[in-house]
């Protein structure tokens, strides 16, 4: 993934021109930030036209509510944040999104086997898996705080801005989620 981080100004600058009807701009923020939100829904749901369809509601909305909304100096932060409250918007109130099919849920791993049939790129690929899976059994606060400090590398002021939380609750999530991780990976792991 290309690593696009603009500089307040710019964000600043582009918000201030979708805001006056620059169609331009909205194209050049959905083309800069789609990337990053797709990833970043995908770790809170793992169905990626349900993520798509959030997506495209998030920006139906901005253009919809153009003269309504606010100031920003992190488009980023905006979209993440307008992104999160519509997957759990739509997760709340409609239940067949609820369910989630977890695609690791039945690997197996049996060190004797795969030493003996995999070679070192397909374990480190397994590695990821097991780690991916150990991410996704994280309570879903954990999880999200988690993603959003190393994933998206938002600071944690804007984390508690984005959940609605106090700085010191997004350090304790933060830290709780990578004690749980610590604890469950092994020497054998790696």
């Not at 003269?67 to 997760?91: C, E, M, P, Q, W």
């Not at 989630?100 to 003996?116: A, C, M």
């Not at 010191?168 to 999530?173: A, F």
Request: with cysteine.
């Amino acid at each position: 993934m290309e690593s696009f981080i603009p500089s307040l100004s710019q964000d600043q600058i582009l918000w201030k021109k979708f805001k006056n009807g620059d169609q331009q701009a909205i194209a050049q923020i959905y083309k800069d930030y789609y990337p990053r939100l797709l990833n970043y829904g995908l770790k809170i749901k793992h169905n990626e036209d349900f993520v798509k369809d959030c997506i495209q509601e998030t920006f139906y909305d901005l253009l919809q509510y153009m003269n309504r909304l606010g100031h920003t100096d992190n488009i980023l932060l905006y979209l993440v944040a307008s992104l999160r409250r519509k997957i759990f918007r739509k997760l709340k109130y409609d239940f067949s999104f609820r369910i989630d099919e977890n695609i690791y849920t039945n690997l197996e791993l049996t060190e004797n086997s795969l030493e003996d049939s995999v070679d070192d790129k397909e374990w480190g690929l397994l590695r990821k898996r097991k780690f991916k899976t150990l991410i996704d059994e994280l309570p879903a606060r954990q999880k999200q705080a988690l993603l959003m400090r190393f994933f998206l590398g938002l600071d944690y002021t804007d984390i508690a801005e984005v959940m609605e939380v106090n700085i010191q609750s997004v350090r304790n999530l933060v830290h709780q989620a990578i004690k749980s991780l610590r604890e469950e990976v092994t020497e054998d792991f790696y």
